[in-house]
């Protein structure tokens, strides 16, 4: 079992920059694919970005590349996500999830066993 809670969400003007937290419970976290996702208010839950358990490799979404950054520290057992550039469109609940199964990089909800209860990031413009 993981126990995900993530932190480090709030209000910020556009252009601004926040940096998300996931802590993960459990001496396996190591193992595991790691990814970010986002839902805004009526819309379906999404992709943000994911990470493998070594943190050797990245994945984006089109709409954060080049803005966002996931990356984790296995020894503190808390995987991140560095926002900047930051736009009203960004608003929404990040949720950080684990996939225990798989060592490649997951877009897809359903691969994801272990989620966190959300944060939520409100972008002002």
């Known amino acids: 079992q993981v126990q995900l809670v993530e932190s480090g969400g709030g209000l910020v003007q556009a252009g601004g920059s926040l940096r998300l937290s996931c802590a993960a419970s459990g001496r396996t976290f190591s193992a595991y694919t790691m990814g970010w996702f986002r839902q805004a208010p009526g819309k379906e839950r999404e992709f943000a970005a994911g990470?493998?358990?070594?943190?050797?490799?990245?994945a984006y979404a089109d709409s954060v590349k080049g803005r966002f950054t996931i990356s984790r520290d296995n020894a503190k057992n808390t995987v991140y996500l560095q926002m900047n550039s930051l736009k009203p469109e960004d608003s929404a609940v990040y949720y950080c999830?684990?996939?225990?199964?798989?060592?490649?990089?997951?877009?897809?909800?359903?691969?994801?066993?272990?989620w966190g209860q959300g944060t939520q990031v409100t972008v002002s413009s």
């Open positions: 990470i493998t358990w070594n943190g050797d490799s990245t």
């Open positions: 999830a684990a996939d225990s199964n798989f060592r490649a990089i997951a877009r897809t909800i359903k691969r994801y066993d272990y």
